[in-house]
């Protein structure tokens, strides 16, 4: 079987104010550089993780992720708009832990006033994953953001409305999932 590797961006600002930062361009704190600098180090050192390829969002804070990681270990990377993170519309620079934005993630068909619903957004990703899914001579590591690390931990496993909402995982968090034949 075939794996894919997965890794949220390295910390932005917004994070650290608990801010929406959806497709509104955010860049990575010094920290998140250092972040992206350890990660590409520990995926350097780490024998068992092969990758041969980086696809990232083209939004500045996983670019500047994948980019650090690609200048330590010599992987090749390149973007691809289909895991830029989802525009949340009017909640984009709002608190992500207020109510509102809470309920309103549940709502898989809204585009939150000019954003992308969360369907669409599946959409795409689930058609980035087939074409990695079928190219079996390649690991693809992608550098992408949390609302994406919800879409392709759902590809992968089964989960509730709730469990898919709430799905999140830390800056420059490094996952490992198997493509089934």
């Known amino acids: 079987m075939s794996k894919l590797y ?7 600002i917004w994070n650290v104010e608990g801010k929406v930062c959806g497709a509104t361009d955010i860049e990575l704190t ?18 068992d993780t092969k990758i041969d390829e980086i696809v990232a969002s083209p939004l500045v804070r996983a670019k500047n992720t994948a980019e650090h990681i690609s200048g330590i270990t010599g992987i090749p990377m390149h ?16 608190g992500r832990r207020s109510e509102e934005f809470t309920a309103a993630k549940n709502h898989f068909v809204d585009n939150f006033d000019g954003g992308e619903s969360m369907l669409k957004v599946a ?26 690390a919800r879409i392709v931990n759902s590809y992968f496993y089964d989960m509730t409305n709730e469990e898919f909402a709430s799905y999140g995982i830390k800056n420059c968090e490094l996952l490992c999932y198997e493509f089934k034949d």
């Open 79 to 94: 973007t691809d708009m289909r895991v830029i993170e989802q525009n949340f519309g009017k909640y984009e620079g709002g």
């Open 123 to 148: 959409a795409r990703v689930y058609n980035i994953l087939d074409e990695m899914k079928k190219d079996k001579d390649k690991t693809y590591l992608i550098v992408a953001h949390n609302g994406i």
């Open 30 to 47: 010094e920290l998140g550089h250092e972040q992206a600098k350890e990660l590409g180090e520990h995926i350097k050192a780490d024998k």
């Open 6 to 12: 997965f890794t949220r961006h390295g910390q932005t």
